[in-house]
T-cell receptor
Framework: DGGITQSPKYLFRKEGQNVTLSCEQNLNHDAMYWYRQDPGQGLRLIYYSQIVNDFQKGDIAEGYSVSREKKESFPLTVTSAQKNPTAFYLC?????????????FGPGTRLTVT | AQSVTQPDIHITVSEGASLELRCNYSYGATPYLFWYVQSPGQGLQLLLKYFSGDTLVQGIKGFEAEFKRSQSSFNLRKPSVHWSDAAEYFCAVGTTYMDTGRRALTFGSGTRLQVQP
């Protein structure tokens, strides 16, 4: 069954700690994305990657970091520099960054920082 | 810059009633348009998409949407709503960044649908 998995579903951290959210896809897609979702808002792009070993900042990259060492994996680290990290995080993928825009989404990770 | 407006933050309909969710976009060329649905605590699922051709597109779960260029709209409709349709619905437009050629999705802020028995 092809798809995108994100783990864990719920994550709790203390303020000041870095935390890494996992995203894995077995769709053989080249492009992967991380979005942040807050209540009453649409999705905002944090980072995206077109290809292995390459990634670019999105609209709200400050306080976040990513890596893309394997095609199927695109982990997101929420650092202590992120001022308001509590949110719902969604990972997505698409066959190509220059394709028809369609993206496939994972189930999301809800991060709570106290 | 491209933008998407969903004017209704929250809509409540009775089960069995018809539904229309509004979406307006701003884009210079022919847009690539999408509707996604999100159940509480879940990811987004694609309902339908419009790239070109017939302006009335059919999607999953009995949904359809009509592209109206003159109104810059892509409203989502369903003739008879089921309780399981309660969710949040997002309209999105495909956006191309001319400097990099990158293609991205620009999302509206969503419409939360509540279904009354």
């Amino acid at each position: 069954d092809g798809g995108i998995t994100q783990s864990p579903k719920y994550l709790f951290r203390k303020e000041g700690q870095n935390v890494t959210l996992s995203c894995e896809q077995n769709l053989n897609h080249d492009a992967m994305y991380w979005y942040r979702q807050d209540p009453g808002q649409g999705l905002r792009l944090i980072y995206y990657s077109q290809i292995v070993n390459d990634f670019q900042k999105g609209d709200i990259a400050e306080g976040y970091s990513v890596s893309r060492e394997k095609k199927e994996s695109f982990p997101l680290t929420v650092t202590s520099a992120q001022k308001n990290p509590t949110a719902f995080y969604l990972c997505a993928s698409s066959p190509s960054i220059a394709g028809n825009y369609e993206q496939y989404f994972g189930p999301g990770t809800r991060l709570t920082v106290t | 810059a491209q933008s998407v407006t969903q004017p209704d933050i929250h809509i409540t309909v009775s089960e069995g009633a018809s539904l229309e969710l509004r979406c307006n976009y701003s884009y210079g060329a022919t847009p690539y348009l999408f509707w996604y649905v999100q159940s509480p605590g879940q990811g987004l699922q694609l309902l339908l998409k419009y790239f070109s051709g017939d302006t009335l597109v059919q999607g999953i779960k009995g949904f359809e949407a009509e592209f109206k260029r003159s109104q810059s709209s892509f409203n989502l409709r369903k003739p008879s709503v089921h309780w399981s349709d309660a969710a949040e619905y997002f309209c999105a437009v495909g956006t191309t960044y001319m400097d990099t050629g990158r293609r991205a999705l620009t999302f509206g802020s969503g419409t939360r649908l509540q279904v009354q028995p």
